[in-house]
T-cell receptor, first 114, second 112 residues
Framework: SQQGEEDPQALSIQEGENATMNCSYK?????LQWYRQNSGRGLVHLIL?????REKHSGRLRVTLDTSKKSSSLLITASRAADTASYFC??????????????FGQGTILTVHP | DVKVTQSSRYLVKRTGEKVFLECVQD?????MFWYRQDPGLGLRLIYF???????EKGDIPEGYSVSREKKERFSLILESASTNQTSMYLC???????????FGSGTRLTVV
C-alpha cells in the first residue's frame, strides 16, 4: 500500500474558496513535503514540514502535521483558477540512510472554477 | 534557480530497443533521482544516486539501469524496452536530504 495517500482524489471548488487536501502515511518520517504538478509537467516543491513541527505557512499555503495520527493537511486559502493542478504529498521515511529519498502519494486533483 | 533538464519531452521507441533518458542539473546537487509516473499509481522510484558513480535501487528497478559518470548528469537506461515501460519519466535532484526536490519537465516515453 502507499506510504502517502491523499484524500480526496479530486476536489472541485470556486475561485475564492479554500481548498483542503489530506495525506496519510504509515511509517515514521523525517519530514513531509507537498508538491504541485501542472498538467503533464514536472512537479514543483511547495513546502516542507519536519517531523518535530506541527504547522507551517508559506503565502496562501498552510500545512499541518500530526505525527500521532500519521497525517498531514494542505490548506490553500482564497484559491485562484491558476491553482488548478495535482497536489502530491511525499514522505522521507525515518531510519537508515535515506539520502532524502521520497515516497509519493497518488495525488489530489484540484480544479478551481473562475 | 536550479534547473533540471531532461533531454527529450516526448520519445517513441520500438520494443527491444535500448533507450537512454538523460538528465542534467546545473547546481552541483549531490542527489539525483529517477521516477516513473503512471495513472493510478502515482510516482514510483526507479533508481537514485547520492554521489558520482554511486547508485541505489529504488522500488521498481527491474528492466532499468543508471549511470552517473559526472555529478551533473544522471542517465536512465532501458536495456530492452518493453510496452509496459510506456510512462512519464521524471528526473529530480536535491542538494541535501531536507532541501526538497527540483524536478525536470519529464519525458513521456511510448514503447510500440
Amino acid at each position: 500500500s502507499q506510504q502517502g495517500e491523499e484524500d480526496p482524489q479530486a476536489l472541485s471548488i470556486q475561485e475564492g474558496e479554500n481548498a483542503t487536501m489530506n495525506c496519510s502515511y504509515k511509517t515514521s518520517i523525517n519530514n513531509l513535503q507537498w508538491y504541485r504538478q501542472n498538467s503533464g509537467r514536472g512537479l514543483v516543491h511547495l513546502i516542507l514540514i519536519r517531523s518535530n513541527e506541527r504547522e507551517k505557512h508559506s503565502g496562501r499555503l498552510r500545512v499541518t502535521l500530526d505525527t500521532s495520527k500519521k497525517s498531514s493537511s494542505l490548506l490553500i486559502t482564497a484559491s485562484r483558477a491558476a491553482d488548478t493542478a495535482s497536489y502530491f504529498c511525499a514522505t522521507d521515511r525515518a531510519g537508515g540512510t535515506s539520502y532524502g529519498k521520497l515516497t509519493f502519494g497518488q495525488g489530489t486533483i484540484l480544479t478551481v472554477h473562475p | 534557480d536550479v534547473k533540471v533538464t531532461q533531454s527529450s519531452r516526448y520519445l517513441v521507441k520500438r520494443t527491444g530497443e535500448k533507450v537512454f533518458l538523460e538528465c542534467v542539473q546545473d547546481m552541483d546537487h549531490e542527489n539525483m533521482f529517477w521516477y516513473r509516473q503512471d495513472p493510478g499509481l502515482g510516482l514510483r522510484l526507479i533508481y537514485f544516486s547520492y554521489d558520482v558513480k554511486m547508485k541505489e535501487k529504488g522500488d521498481i528497478p527491474e528492466g532499468y539501469s543508471v549511470s552517473r559518470e559526472k555529478k551533473e548528469r544522471f542517465s536512465l537506461i532501458l536495456e530492452s524496452a518493453s510496452t509496459n515501460q510506456t510512462s512519464m519519466y521524471l528526473c529530480a535532484s536535491s542538494l541535501t536530504p531536507t532541501s526538497g526536490y527540483t524536478f525536470g519537465s519529464g519525458t513521456r516515453l511510448t514503447v510500440v
